[in-house]
């Protein structure tokens, strides 16, 4: 079982400490980091005022994004299918020529 351990982040000037694995820490750091920096955007545009709704508009965002990324992924893996099966076609053809051959 991976040891956890209370790790402080800060997103927009406040602190929060979350329990997290230590092998997972630096990925945490890093969501934290990329999650400030988006609610700070959010705030710079001046169009939503306080800290709850920045983070829901960041959280649909983020939410918006992770359907698009996985949309997105079904569609690169159907193409590489396509692509794996048209490559063991031309390797079936080519290994039967190569047997005629032989014959």
Known sequence: ????????????????????????????????????ERMREIRETGRVIGVDRIAIMAALNLASELLSTEGTSDEVADTINQSISRMQSKIEQSLNETEELDF
């Open 1 to 36: 079982m991976a040891e956890t351990s209370t790790l402080t982040v800060s997103i927009m000037d406040r602190e929060f400490r979350v329990n997290c694995p230590e092998s997972e820490q630096q990925h945490l750091r890093d969501s934290a980091a990329s999650l400030d």
